[in-house]
């Protein structure tokens, strides 16, 4: 039950084309959704995070989607430039409790083209 | 204010050596997290840790690891008589308060290569 999956596992976009993520939680008792986006030879940086309470969360050209009812959320990215391209991450955690910790997705590989 | 420090970056153990891994966290962050990235691959959370106490190891394999972060100084993860399938990218995440309380902050990461 502690299992995120995310697709697609590559990704190629154009330049100013929309890029999307997607993942699906199994654990109904995660409560906290972030996104990471990593550069190679760097460490995971947060993007962007979603709590449950609401559907959408927008920050610039980056969106989460948020479907409660069919436990997946998704990430957009409009307007995609070269320097986004990157590897990101979804992950969940259910937050109650003093041993919260993040479970990670496999990643997604994105390349934005010119 | 200096980020996850993270040392070595890179190390090279022959079968059989101990390898120790180093995280320094983030000013004021008592909340240690040490994740493993093999290639291609995401991170699989191995511990979590606050200062002097191990809060959840569950992702620990039950030999040859252990994790500590004492009173003084940082964290350590170490891996004794290491085997090639400990190859792989060690990250140290750190935070204020946990993860219900915001994000976690990665350092670099340590990449050990085991000949």
């Known amino acids: 039950q502690q299992q995120v999956k995310q697709s697609p596992q590559s990704l190629i976009v154009q330049k100013g084309g929309i890029s999307i993520i997607n993942c699906a939680y199994e654990?109904?008792?995660?409560?906290?959704f972030p996104w990471y986006q990593q550069f190679p030879g760097k460490g995971p940086a947060l993007l962007i995070a979603?709590?449950?309470?609401?559907s959408e969360k927008k920050e610039g050209r980056f969106t989460i989607s948020f479907n409660k009812s069919a436990k997946q959320f998704s990430l957009h990215i409009m307007d995609s430039q070269p320097g986004d391209s990157a590897t990101y991450f979804c992950?969940?955690?259910?937050?109650?409790?003093?041993?919260?910790?993040?479970?990670f997705g496999t990643g997604t590989r994105l390349q934005v083209t010119l | 204010n200096a980020g996850v420090m993270q040392n070595p970056r890179h190390l090279v153990r022959r079968r059989g050596q101990e390898a120790r891994l180093r995280c320094s966290p983030m000013?004021?962050?008592?909340?240690v997290y040490w994740y493993r990235q093999l290639p291609e691959e995401g991170l699989k959370f191995m511990v979590y840790?606050?200062?002097?106490?191990?809060?959840?190891e569950s992702g620990m394999p039950k030999e040859r690891f252990s994790a500590e972060f004492p009173k003084e100084g940082p964290s350590i993860l170490r891996i004794q008589q290491v085997v090639r399938g400990d190859s792989a990218a060690y990250f140290c995440?750190?935070?204020?308060?946990?993860?219900?309380?915001?994000?976690?902050?990665f350092g670099e990461g340590s990449r050990l290569t085991v000949l």
């Open positions: 979603i709590r449950p309470d609401v």
């Open positions: 000013k004021g962050h008592s909340h």
């Open positions: 654990n109904t008792a995660f409560d906290y």
């Open positions: 995440a750190s935070s204020r308060q946990g993860v219900d309380a915001g994000e976690l902050f």
């Open positions: 992950a969940a955690s259910r937050t109650a409790g003093t041993a919260s910790k993040l479970t």
């Open positions: 840790l606050q200062k002097e106490n191990i809060i959840d």
